[in-house]
């Protein structure tokens, strides 16, 4: 059975673990954030890599111990790219983020992400309006809620997005992650809320992506639902020390990485974290 | 009319206002800057999305407050990207920023500077070659000056373009901001000199990319003239703060997005300005 | 006759003549570490260009005092960028630092990798991996090894990489550096381990791209094998003062830069170097 207890101790673990470890966690992401992603993944102790071109997305998927997708920034080649990788994924059943990022813009951006349904990803990290719109565009059910955006902003709030929420992860069998103010991470049976962070992390370009990188690290030692709730805890930890020690979001962003490279197993774990049961046959 | 009082009220009310409104300015732009344009964005208070696709640029046309092209690293896909985002915000009248950076450099960059002409970029950021080359490429007359340009870097003074400047702003009937030791800003008719800012921006890759980002910001609030010499102020504010508490370039980006984001409306209204008229009939 | 003393006394010269001159070394390079790629050469007192198009890196290997190719993200339109950049650049005897990163993964990776083979980069710039794959490819002798290699990271040592480099370097006629714990730099005669740096390092993305970039700065000042050289020692020197002053990567990619725009021409050519012959005739 979850409990507070079990979820605090393999957050432990899979910190520790990766450190052991080094995972190699390869994505394919967006320009706009694309070395923050890398830098986070270095800072917790995985590995990163960076690609565009099919043979090598699915190369990628092959060679990594779990997988970043991100469709931030849409390029041509993606159209075979991302299904390519995605399906070489399922296949290898190697564990995969994905980071629906701006759904609802673009005709191939919508195209993929209505792809991506059938390969399930083991993990969706996303904000509330994408959580919304995914849910829709998968006829999940999403409480009659239609997305708001606004460019790749959410305009919902992460209680709006629940029930989309519980309804991708149970779908796809694994975790989801809505962030917001008060973080939900969830199985689709048990979900978490998880606090802390900053008023300044809204104001760095790259937080949420570079979230969903780091829960690609820790999918390669750890259960979906522990993976991203273990990145969404020393988000969490992580931003809250580093606002309380810098004035702006320029500082803000190099202490956030110290705070990542040096944040002890058990702080982590120890994360304000609150755990509820979902009701039964929500969808 | 515009005096130098009216001018910094206008100034001091825009930095206000983004502030509040958070105004969504998207982006195509290069991949070499992208991260601090957005970052830059969000340090004034605005919103940021980046995209390449020629659907998607046109959609950001129509969902942005205003608009950000920067021609920076040219893609393929841009031939088609880039004339339907123009197209799309000229005829929803909504303000749009140019970086017409390398202008002069790729038959695909000169093309499609050439054909942003008729679609009239409500304002136009550029070094002091850049703003040659564009007025030569659109045969505005220039005082008979070739541009120089050496990779991306302008080989022009700030006072050598200042006609081309000028001939620019009169096309389109927005504003031009010429980047340099002493920053120009035109409507046409009068011309400010702006100046601060640090020995150390030139030592950090993107400060007038972003500083054209942060103008689209401003241009979501104000006219064309004022948003950008806002963005100019700004900058010259932050970068001459910043200078004073760094030894090098890698903390100076840090400590100037956290200048952004502290400096107080009427501080920036205050940054040293001088206010020129424009002799009628230069063209 | 190389010494020591000429060695440094040539480091030194480097350093100082590149802060004289800012020359300009345009890049194509990967969009992950890009902006450092930039930042880096800047902080040296270079000047940076970055281009993807064709023409645009035909144009650039006209313009540019030196160049640097990186393979880290493959476009398709690499496919004609890299070799027609790579023919001018031997064509107009332009000195330029090929990054062979991730040899080994995708077809046009390889290929292009392939292809660089005749137009004899000036310097090599990789890991000791993409070394023993490039020397493999190359079909220049390695001691036998088969190359490893997880994603973008070498597997193998410094040291069992040497016989590829020196391999490389002389089929070439231009310099080889592959950086490691201790970094190793040759010109196929002799060969000389240059240490320092910081464990940070491996930590944060990019200070080999980057490295490879500043190489290419040097190349116009300096003959390959000085010129990479000079590049890996002022990285050691940065590395190891920035690596004492901080605590965690994101502080150190700050400081690290301010520490190249510091460091003083003879604390470069002070920074520990041993220098070996190579035996002859070993390809």
């Known amino acids: 059975m979850i409990t507070l207890e079990s979820i605090r101790r393999d957050i432990c673990e899979a910190v520790t673990k990766v450190r052991e470890r080094k995972p190699l966690a390869p994505s394919i992401t967006n320009t706009v954030t694309i070395n923050l992603v890398a830098n986070a993944q270095l800072a917790v102790g995985g590995s990163a890599a960076m690609v565009y071109m099919p043979d090598e997305g699915e190369a990628m998927a092959g060679a990594g111990d779990a997988m970043y997708i991100n469709v931030g920034t849409i390029y041509p080649v993606y159209e075979e790219t991302l299904p ?42 996303c904000n509330a309006s994408e959580a919304i719109a995914l849910a829709n565009f998968w006829r999940l059910g999403n409480g009659g809620k239609d997305s708001g955006m606004r460019g790749v902003d959410a305009t919902d709030s ?126």
């Open 84 to 125: 390519r990788a995605a399906r070489a994924l399922q296949k290898n059943g190697t564990p995969w983020v994905l980071d629906p990022v701006g759904s609802g813009m673009g005709r191939l951006r919508q195209k993929l992400l209505c792809a991506f349904m059938q390969y399930k990803p083991t993990i969706i990290r």
């Open 158 to 283: 992460v209680a709006e997005a629940r029930q989309a929420a519980v309804a991708l992860a149970r779908w796809t069998g694994g975790a989801v992650a809505v962030s917001g103010e008060r973080d939900l991470v969830t199985d689709g049976k048990v979900t978490v809320l998880s606090s802390g962070g900053s008023p300044l992390m809204p104001r760095v370009t790259g937080m949420g992506c570079s979230l969903g990188g780091v829960a690609a690290v820790y999918a390669a030692v750890a259960s979906p639902f522990i993976a991203v709730l273990t990145a969404t805890a020393i988000y969490n930890l992580a931003g809250r020390r580093a606002g309380s020690k810098v004035e702006g979001p320029g500082h803000f962003q190099a202490q956030f990485l110290d705070e990542l490279y040096l944040a002890k197993p058990e702080d982590v774990a120890a994360n304000p974290l609150e755990l509820e049961e979902e009701p039964d046959g929500t969808h």
